[in-house]
């Protein structure tokens, strides 16, 4: 079956450093991969999203980037974080042609 | 611009009686609909798709209805349980490749025993 993994839980970062939060799925091949961030009192809004190793797509424009080095696995990274960076970080995947997407449990990133 | 509503606010039920969270959408075609359960802390579970040429979809006590002129979809939970306490999101689809979804804010039920 699939699973996917995402560390660390917490994360609390001062201002200004780096970030990199990773994200693995297992049992299955060629996923696409997302990352959402979630707000407190807002929606998820998708961040990056990708549909195979190499390609990354932004949604917004921001202080973050992402990465996918192999087939199932997506990274997240900033240089140096802002105070707006805060917030729940939720990986996800899907496969190519289905619409139900499978959640991570997660990182809550407090910026300090 | 593009809105997916959902009360914010929480709902509160009685244990026992049926649940109905609304979402409403404006200047969106959507392909499908899908809701998910967030508990506190967690991931988002998927729980029920409904397509754009669908009416109501059932899943064990879980009902979803679609209604495209109206743009609204209604989630109801049958015999709620202090169990179903959750936050519930409604995401538009609008299909393509890497199927593209829009969440919107969630409704908090909590059901009272």
């Known amino acids: 079956s699939q699973t996917i993994h995402q560390w660390p839980a917490t994360l609390v970062q001062p201002v200004g450093s780096p970030l990199s939060l990773e994200c693995t799925v297992e049992g299955t091949s060629n996923p696409n991969l997302y990352w959402y961030r979630q707000a407190a009192g807002r929606g998820l809004q998708l961040l990056f999203y990708?549909?195979?190793?190499?390609?990354i797509s932004s949604e917004v424009p921001q202080n973050l980037s992402a990465s996918r080095p192999q087939d199932r696995q997506f990274i997240l990274s900033s240089k140096k974080l802002l105070l707006s960076d805060s917030g729940f970080y939720l990986c996800?995947?899907?496969?190519?042609?289905?619409?139900?997407?499978?959640f991570g449990s997660g990182t809550q990133l407090s910026v300090l | 611009s593009q809105k997916i509503e959902q009360n914010s606010e929480a709902l509160n039920i009685q244990e026992g009686k049926t649940a109905t969270l609304t979402c409403n959408y404006t200047n969106y075609s959507p392909a499908y609909l899908q809701w998910y359960r967030q508990d506190p802390g967690r991931g988002p579970v998927f729980l029920l798709l409904i397509r754009e040429n669908e009416k109501e979809k059932r899943k064990e006590r879980l009902k979803v209805t679609f209604d495209t002129t109206l743009k609204q979809s209604l989630f109801h939970i049958t015999a709620s349980q202090p169990a179903d306490s959750a936050t519930y999101l409604c995401?538009?689809?609008?299909?393509?490749?890497?199927?593209?979804?829009?969440f919107g804010i969630g409704t908090k039920l909590q059901v009272i025993p």
């Open positions: 990708s549909v195979g190793i190499g390609q």
């Open positions: 996800a995947w899907n496969a190519g042609d289905r619409e139900k997407l499978f």
């Open positions: 995401a538009l689809g609008l299909g393509g490749g890497y199927q593209k979804v829009t």
